[in-house]
Nanobody, 127 residues
Framework: QVQLVESGGGSVQAGGSLRLSCVVSGYTERNYCMAWFRQAPGKEREGVATIAHYGGTSTYYADSVKGRFTLSQDNAANILYLQMNSLKPEDTAMYYC???????????????????WGQGTQVTVSS
């Protein structure tokens, strides 16, 4: 059974930092696409950052977070991290990680569905 568990959310002031973690268990595919999404109340879900594994790796970021957020992985521990710096009030949202087998079109704006999702972790940034 595949499980994704996010953690690391919290409340910070603008300009602060947080590091989100997504621990993946039960997923054994070598090629895949993993992503962080976020959804604020009353807004559509937004792709934040993605990482594609296909023999090599590629990472992509939404324009709204480029230069501030960074993806990294601990492959041995099956953890995907999202380091978030210079946080802004508009970054306030529930953050979710997700994974699917297809690594193609693995970028934040893609409409491709993801197979597995975590339960989310709340990030609140105050001004």
């Amino acid at each position: 059974q595949v499980q994704l568990v996010e953690s690391g959310g919290g409340s910070v002031q603008a300009g602060g930092s947080l590091r989100l973690s997504c621990v993946v268990s039960g997923y054994t595919e070598r090629n895949y696409c993993m992503a962080w999404f976020r959804q604020a109340p009353g807004k559509e879900r937004e792709g934040v950052a993605t990482i594609a594994h296909y023999g090599g790796t590629s990472t992509y970021y939404a324009d709204s977070v480029k230069g501030r957020f960074t993806l990294s992985q601990d492959n041995a521990a099956n953890i995907l991290y999202l380091q978030m710096n210079s946080l802004k009030p508009e970054d306030t949202a529930m953050y979710y990680c997700a994974v699917r087998q297809s690594w193609e079109y693995c970028y934040p704006g893609s409409r491709r569905d993801f197979t597995y999702w975590g339960q989310g972790t709340q990030v609140t940034v105050s001004s």
